[in-house]
């Protein structure tokens, strides 16, 4: 079946600019997860969606940063007002509830601010 | 807060075994994931355990778990050029107060097999 996708799989921006990026997760998966990751560094947590509950953001770096996602379909990741130190590839993942809580993750999207 | 550690890189030669090792603070944890993540491509589970467990056998893969030292470790056997990725540990904690259960992953591990 499908898995995970992203969109754009690159994306180039001037600084200052505003960027969106959408994550397609899995069907009928209710958790979906936004992650940063840092040429050569681990995955950073942005934020988690589980459902129609109230969003888990306490992994946004600044109030630059948004993401939303409607029941359980497509969430946007949007970052306004884009700084070099952006520049990375962000993570998306969708896991079902219960079990052992694996996540499906995308193939990312790799965001350069020039 | 959560925090998982790992050795940032790992060289072993065709054929041998790898262990990579993690270590984590959260004693709440109730699960705690392998994932790989291979060049261009996002990260792909390849194998858990729930803390209960000491140890977990999957084919080339051993996963050992010390729940008093906080420690895991995969051991990969009979390395392949395959293998050649990165690795991340992750552990999932309890539900915190507001009722979400995140999933803490470490800087990871590049492992690099010689033919």
């Known amino acids: 079946g499908a898995g995970v996708s992203q969109s754009p799989s690159n994306k180039v921006t001037e600084k200052g600019k505003d960027v969106e990026l959408r994550c397609d997760p899995i069907?009928?998966?209710?958790?979906l997860y936004w992650y940063r990751q840092r040429l050569g560094q681990g995955l950073e947590f942005l934020i988690y969606?589980?459902?129609?509950?109230?969003?888990?953001k306490s992994g946004l770096p600044s109030d630059r940063f948004s993401a939303e996602r409607t029941g359980e379909s497509v969430s946007t990741l949007t970052i306004q007002r884009t700084q070099q130190e952006d520049s990375a590839v962000y993570l998306c993942?969708?896991?079902?509830?219960?079990?052992?809580?694996?996540?499906?993750f995308g193939p990312g999207t790799r965001l350069t601010v020039t | 807060g959560e925090d998982v550690e790992q050795s940032l890189f790992l060289s072993v030669r065709e054929g041998d075994s790898s262990v990579i090792n993690c270590t984590y603070t959260d004693s709440s944890s109730t699960y705690l994931y392998w994932y790989k993540q291979e060049p261009g491509a996002g990260l792909q589970l390849l194998t858990y355990i729930f803390s209960n467990m000491d140890m977990k056998q999957d084919q080339r893969l051993t996963v050992l778990l010390n729940k008093k030292d906080k420690h895991l470790s995969l051991r990969i056997a009979d390395t392949q050029t395959g293998d050649s990725a990165i690795y991340f540990c992750a552990e999932r904690a309890a539900k915190n107060s507001g009722g979400y259960q995140k999933v803490t992953f470490g800087t990871g591990t590049k492992l690099q097999v010689i033919p």
């Open positions: 969606f589980q459902g129609n509950s109230a969003p888990d």
């Open positions: 993942a969708s896991r079902t509830s219960g079990g052992s809580y694996e996540q499906y």
């Open positions: 069907s009928g998966h209710t958790a």
